[in-house]
């Protein structure tokens, strides 16, 4: 047959084969191989991408330190000592107005600042690790200057939230942005909080006189119950809870009222189950150390305190159960010898 020696359809046969060579080598071929450290493009509330890398996971007890422009978190391992990893924020130019746990979002990944405008504005935000502010504080008009400050984040929402103007609330979703910012009747959650959040537990300032005391709110009916201390004039300052029914408070210093006895004391509060009543338990042994602040683990089976002796500030544990010896975790001194730390919270 001609039309099989004409070279024309020869070549043209020869392409339909390698073609189809191709295309079977193709599809038996190993599939493309995914990185196992990908980076992530996200776009921030200003409309600009930005590539991030998780960042390590704090584990154990977070001490929080304020230098002259950062702020450094340290996860501590209780058993040892150890520093399971850290963080810093670069805070020149702007203000920390809360420093607990209700400045830092839940991954600690981003905190809560207010900036000052030159032309007498004050906004609300958050910044990263790369000193990345984002400003979620609405533009205004010309009639109108933003005053937003006070800013701290409602773990349980995401939200931040902030004071606007002559003692207004607002709150605002910072992963939407500034779009989302929103006036709110009255404020969040911004003291002592359980963590399912029904329940908020301030030092009572009416049952200052009789001793001290607790105002104790229902967060969904914002009903409060006023509860006098069992400990008599040992007045309390509530820290933190260590479960949905129990938290921890610092012995209230008298140095203002002519006592010379350090706030030495840390109880356990637990609450009745119609908030109308509460139990105390000591939990240190007598002493002449200075209490700074204390947290719970998230079992509610101990608690991490820092406890003052001199010009060294010391990090220790204790069971929750009252009635042991505190165990030493480490002793926290700055690059200046003093230490200027502030428990943040206990993370497992």
């Known amino acids: 047959m001609k039309i099989l020696k004409d070279p024309k359809y020869i070549v043209a046969a020869a392409v339909v084969l390698i073609v189809v060579v191709a295309l079977t080598l193709q599809n038996h071929s190993s599939p493309p191989q995914l990185s196992s450290t990908p980076s992530i493009e996200l776009q921030n509330p200003n409309g600009q991408n930005q590539t991030t890398t998780p960042a390590p996971t704090l584990t154990g007890i977070i001490v929080g330190d304020i230098g002259i422009n950062e702020v450094t978190l340290t996860a501590y391992d209780p058993a040892n000592g150890s520093v399971t990893s850290s963080r810093q924020f670069n805070t020149q130019g702007f203000g920390i107005p809360t420093f607990n746990r209700q400045a830092f979002n839940k991954d600690y990944t981003w905190m809560a600042v207010s900036q000052a405008g030159s032309d007498g504005s004050s906004h609300i935000g958050y910044i990263d690790q790369s000193r990345n502010f984002t400003n979620l504080t609405p533009s205004s008009s010309y009639s109108n200057i933003p ?8 773990l349980n929402t995401g939200r931040i939230w ?33 963590p399912d959040g029904k329940t908020l ?59 010379p006895t350090p706030n030495s004391q840390l109880y356990k509060i637990t609450l009745s189950a119609n908030r109308r009543s509460i139990t105390t338990v000591p939990l240190l042994p007598p002493n002449n150390r200075a209490i700074i602040d204390g947290v719970g683990n998230p079992s509610g089976t101990q608690v991490a305190f820092i406890s003052q002796s001199g010009n060294i500030n010391t990090l220790y544990t204790i069971s929750a159960s009252g009635g042991g010896e505190p165990q030493k975790v480490i002793d926290l001194i700055t690059s200046d010898g003093l230490s200027q730390s502030q428990l943040i919270s206990w993370e497992e």
């Not at 103007?165 to 003291?191: C, F, L, M, T, W």
Request: aromatic share 8%; with cysteine; glycine share 12%.
């Open 147 to 154: 005053n937003q400050t006070k800013p701290y984040f409602d």
């Open 162 to 194: 902030f004071v606007s103007g002559s003692n207004r609330y607002g709150s605002v979703d910072p992963k939407i942005g500034a779009s989302s910012s929103r006036n709110e009747q009255s404020p969040a959650n911004s003291g002592t909080v359980s």
């Open 201 to 259: 537990v301030g030092f009572s300032i009416g049952l200052s006189e009789q001793g001290g005391g607790f105002d104790i709110t229902n967060t969904a009916s914002g009903s409060t119950t006023s509860v006098p201390t069992s400990q008599g004039d040992d007045s309390c300052l509530p820290e933190v809870f260590i479960d949905n029914n129990s938290f921890v408070c610092v012995q209230a210093s008298h140095f203002g009222m002519g006592d």
